[in-house]
């Protein structure tokens, strides 16, 4: 994700440069539609540049797009929010695309020792079904990014 964030200091110099000040307090974005969540045209640029400095130091385009296709993000602050707390709700897991593959990943990695008794007859667990069950317990959601888990 390549944005340009500014120090406080910098963002100020910068309100300066562009007319910002105690007479002309207003401004407004011109250019906001392809933004990854609903960005309003009189957002608070120092809320914005905030977002932009935590998404450079998340460093995971893949994860808030699909951290933001679920979530209903509306506002630059309800961002921040999600940002600040990604990690601890969400794991993207790209290489994984369906609920077959996702079926397989949670056996493999949480409940092979419980199927390896099963012997011969693992051969015949569901793991789509295990994944479905998965994705209407809205445990995961499935992105154009791979398979989000939602942890929270």
Do not use: P
């Amino acid at each position: 994700m390549s944005v340009t964030t500014y120090t406080e200091n910098e963002l100020d110099k910068l309100k300066i440069r562009i007319g910002i000040n105690k007479d002309y307090e207003e401004w407004f974005i011109s250019d906001y539609e392809d933004c990854f969540f609903d960005l309003g045209e009189y957002e608070d640029i120092e809320l914005l540049n905030e977002l932009m400095q935590a998404c450079c130091e998340l460093n995971n385009e893949a994860l808030i797009k699909a951290a933001f296709d679920h979530e209903t993000v509306n506002s630059a602050s309800y961002a921040l929010e999600v940002l600040e707390n990604i990690n601890d709700n969400y794991c993207l897991l790209e290489h994984l695309k369906d609920n077959v593959e996702y079926g397989m990943y949670l056996v493999d990695n949480y409940y092979m020792d419980e199927f390896k008794q099963l012997g011969h007859l693992s051969k015949y667990i569901d793991y789509e079904a295990i994944g479905h069950d998965c994705e209407l317990n809205g445990q995961i959601l499935h992105t154009e990014y791979g398979c989000l888990e939602i942890i929270k």
